[in-house]
């Protein structure tokens, strides 16, 4: 498992030798006395003041709310995979707090990281039931977070695309791994759990086939491009950011069929950690790529890693 990978003297080795941040709160992690993420959920009471009622903090017995004791144990199934898998404490890897907000608006049909804290709507119960159903969906605003606090990639076009496709990721690769799912498995679907009745279609997006959810008579199909070929170039949502993230989307999909969810999740998250605010695709197949090589020398993962990864992005027209 990556969890024995990750204990092998290999990787001891690698962090006495990287001097990166990530590097350094990884072995601060390891102290003692690190101080470990306190889960806070508040509850909105349907208005849209943020933290305005304490319902439940780290310790506490369980709410007489299932949606603050949903969210309070999925979020610490996250917090647990990045702890665990990824050798990273919390958002800022120094062990932040993790603020999380429920019923946020009147039929709130959104979830959203806000910049310092998550965000959750309870849905119109008619098209989207409440947005803390799908662990996905949690796991994908978390890691807007992890995100921030690494390559912080700007909101809009390439960059923005990006930043969204990294949250469907770990949203995807989170989900699997608490569901103890391989790639085979798994749905690849993103917030199909919040689908309700008159939105008769799978989920918002998926990664295994984007523009094909959704289908209904409602909104039609996902505008999700599933090659470069067809990348969108208009203004609408901050220049494609949730439209063009199929592009990359399927190609994560493409190479955890082949080398399994977590270990292609492992480069994606090293990768991000090396990537910067203004990337472009062609700069993420780069460092993507690279990471892949690295772990490879560093026999982390298998031989042969690399050539899947570079093979993934030329099926989805992201490298020549
Ligand atoms: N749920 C959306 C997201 O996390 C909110 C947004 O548009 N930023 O991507
Ligand atoms: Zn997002």
Redesign the pocket.
């Known amino acids: 498992s990556l969890q024995s990978l990750h204990q092998s003297k290999m990787i001891r080795q690698e962090r006495r030798e990287e001097t990166g941040k990530t590097n350094v709160a990884e072995i601060a992690m390891q102290a003692p006395h690190a101080h470990e993420a306190n889960r806070l959920v508040y509850d909105c009471e349907h208005g849209t003041q943020l933290r305005k009622k304490l319902v439940r903090q780290e310790g506490d017995s369980a709410s007489s709310d299932s949606v603050v004791n949903d969210v309070y144990e999925m979020i610490g199934k996250v917090r647990e995979y990045y702890k665990n898998v990824m050798l990273r404490n919390s958002i800022d890897a120094k062990g932040m707090d993790l603020i999380i907000n429920v019923h946020y608006g009147q039929k709130y049909m ?4 806000n910049g310092s804290e998550m965000v959750f709507g309870d849905g119109d119960g008619t098209i989207f039931s409440n947005f803390t159903n799908s662990l996905d969906v949690i796991a ?2 978390l890691a ?1 977070a992890v995100t921030q606090y690494t390559a912080n990639l700007e909101y809009y076009g390439q960059s923005g695309a990006l930043n ?1 496709h990294f ?1 469907d990721v770990f949203g995807s690769a989170i989900q699997q791994h608490v569901k103890g799912q391989t790639a085979h498995d798994a749905d690849w679907l993103i917030g199909n759990e919040l689908m309700a009745k008159e939105l008769q279609g799978e989920a918002l997006r998926s990664m295994k086939a984007p523009g094909t959810a959704y289908d209904n008579k409602l909104m039609g199909k996902d505008p999700q491009p599933d090659h470069l070929s067809k990348y969108y170039i208009g203004a609408d949502d901050n220049q494609g950011v ?1 439209i063009n993230s199929g592009i990359p989307n399927k190609a994560f999909y493409l190479v955890s069929m082949e080398i399994g969810t977590d270990k292609a999740a492992l480069i994606w998250y090293k990768a991000l950690s090396r990537l910067w605010p203004n990337a472009s695709f062609k700069d993420a197949v780069e460092v993507i790529v690279d990471t892949a090589r690295k772990l490879t020398n560093e026999q982390i993962l298998s031989l042969g890693t690399t050539q899947i990864v570079r093979a993934a992005f030329k099926e989805v027209g992201m490298n020549e």
């Open positions: 959104n979830a959203f990281w994908h605003e807007h969204e949250s949730h």
